[in-house]
């Protein structure tokens, strides 16, 4: 396209692209979608939120009782879903999510890879079995489950990767005591970057969400309850995310109303990275 053209007509404006409105582009009539770590948290609510967008949705976590307990409760809203348990630290694990995936509904056009952990510990007594479980299940395992999807999508030419990184990707929270929670998140974003820019050509973006403090069990800890009263200071909103305060932005980056964001990291955190 030549700088001066603009294709945008007025027409498209005032009916929407293709006769569609925004609200019918957001729509994912059609999709298959997986959502990993799905089965609790903010795993759930992307399941809910993707299925009742219009998708397919297959629940994949390594707890196969809440994997199959959030499928029924989508299966009770008429969303197609399938659960299926899978350790996505586990390389035969991560093929096997996606062959079933793709056997079953034939494509896969919305990954989410949202499984992670977080352990706490001072950096000067962070071993080297907390660091490595760490990185192998947030960084390494998102990475093999992009990758993994990433090649379904690049042969349909068609793919929305969405990856949950985290607030802590871009600052320390205090009194945190998270070196390799907050230094894997740091790679997931690189890795969105890194992808979404190189497979944006072939019709396949990356984007990742990176929530502030959401009220999920993860922050239920034995180690983090007694923090979560000094975050709530931290908050220019004043409360914790909700896990509903999330669902908007997956349906966004799942949709083609997103077409031309990739790459990026959507930081949905009360304004707290601010302050
Ligand atoms: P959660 O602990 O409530 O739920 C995580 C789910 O993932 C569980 O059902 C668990 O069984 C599953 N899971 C864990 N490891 C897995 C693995 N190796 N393979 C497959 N499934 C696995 O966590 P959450 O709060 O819902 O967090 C979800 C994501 O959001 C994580 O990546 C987390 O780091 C990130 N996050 C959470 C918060 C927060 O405050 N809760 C903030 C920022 C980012």
């Given at each position: ?8 007509t ?12 925004i ?109 490595d479980r760490?990185?192998?299940?947030n ?15 690049l ?15 871009l600052?320390?929270p205090?009194?945190?005591k ?18 979404g820019?190189?497979w944006?050509?072939?019709g ?7 929530p ?64």
């Amino acid at each position: 396209n030549s700088f001066s053209q603009c294709n945008t007509t007025d027409d498209e404006v005032f009916r929407g692209v293709k006769g569609r409105s925004i609200l019918d582009r957001m729509h994912l009539d059609g999709k298959v979608a997986y959502v990993t770590g799905g089965g609790q948290g903010i795993g759930r609510a992307f399941a809910h939120a993707l299925g009742e967008a219009g998708a397919k949705v297959a629940v994949v976590d390594m707890d196969q009782g809440k994997a199959e307990t959030v499928a029924k409760e989508l299966h009770l809203k008429g969303i197609h879903a399938i659960s299926i348990t899978a350790d996505i630290s586990r390389s035969d694990d991560v093929q096997r999510m996606v062959d079933t995936i793709v056997s079953k509904w034939g494509a896969i056009h919305i990954a989410c890879n949202n499984a992670g952990i977080n352990m706490n510990s001072a950096s000067e007594e962070t071993s080297l079995e907390e660091w490595d479980r760490t990185f192998n299940v947030n960084l390494r395992g998102t990475f093999m489950c992009c990758q993994a999807a990433g090649r379904v999508m690049l042969q349909q030419g068609y793919g929305k990767i969405i990856n949950t990184a985290s607030m802590a990707s871009l600052i320390v929270p205090h009194p945190q005591k998270q070196l390799s929670y907050n230094t894997s998140k740091a790679g997931v974003v690189k890795l969105t970057q890194t992808l979404g820019t190189e497979w944006i050509d072939r019709g396949v973006r990356v984007n990742c969400i990176s929530p502030g403090i959401v009220d999920t069990p993860l922050i239920h800890s034995e180690d983090l309850r007694p923090l979560v009263q000094r975050w709530l200071s931290d908050i220019p909103a004043g409360r914790l995310a909700q896990v509903t305060d999330l669902q908007a932005a997956v349906v966004y980056l799942a949709s083609e109303a997103s077409d031309y964001m990739t790459g990026h990291n959507l930081v949905i955190e009360g304004g707290q990275s601010l302050w």
